[in-house]
């Protein structure tokens, strides 16, 4: 069993950058590859990014590469997602997710752990 607790979210221009962090506590974090992945208000959550366990061979959803930058820190339990050149359309809840694998995924329903979520908005 692993508890995610996402933080970090919050109001910020467009532009502007943000730090999510999510930590993990229970069973060793360093057997599970992590993933970040967002819903906006009135549309089905969706992949953002993901790193494997080892933390090399990170994955991104097409509009925010080059943007976000997903990293770990297996030491600290924490995942890190860092937003930079914030749009609105970047307005969502963001979530944390575990799975119990060695290898990154863009999938929900391989993800095995879930955080409650924290609020990112975007003003123009």
């Known amino acids: 069993q692993v508890h995610l607790v996402e933080s970090g979210g919050g109001l910020v221009q467009a532009g502007g950058s943000l730090r999510l962090s999510c930590v993990a506590s229970g069973q060793s974090f360093s057997s599970y590859a992590m993933g970040w992945f967002r819903q906006a208000p009135g549309k089905e959550r969706e992949f953002v990014a993901s790193?494997?366990?080892?933390?090399?061979?990170?994955n991104y959803r097409d509009s925010v590469k080059g943007r976000f930058t997903i990293s770990r820190d297996n030491a600290k339990s924490t995942v890190y997602l860092q937003m930079s050149s914030l749009k609105p359309e970047d307005t969502a809840v963001y979530y944390c997710?575990?799975?119990?694998?060695?290898?990154?995924?863009?999938?929900?329903?391989?993800?095995?752990?879930w955080g409650q979520g924290t609020q990112v908005t975007v003003s123009s």
């Open positions: 997710a575990a799975r119990n694998d060695r290898w990154l995924s863009v999938r929900q329903n391989e993800f095995d752990y």
């Open positions: 790193i494997p366990r080892s933390g090399g061979g990170t």
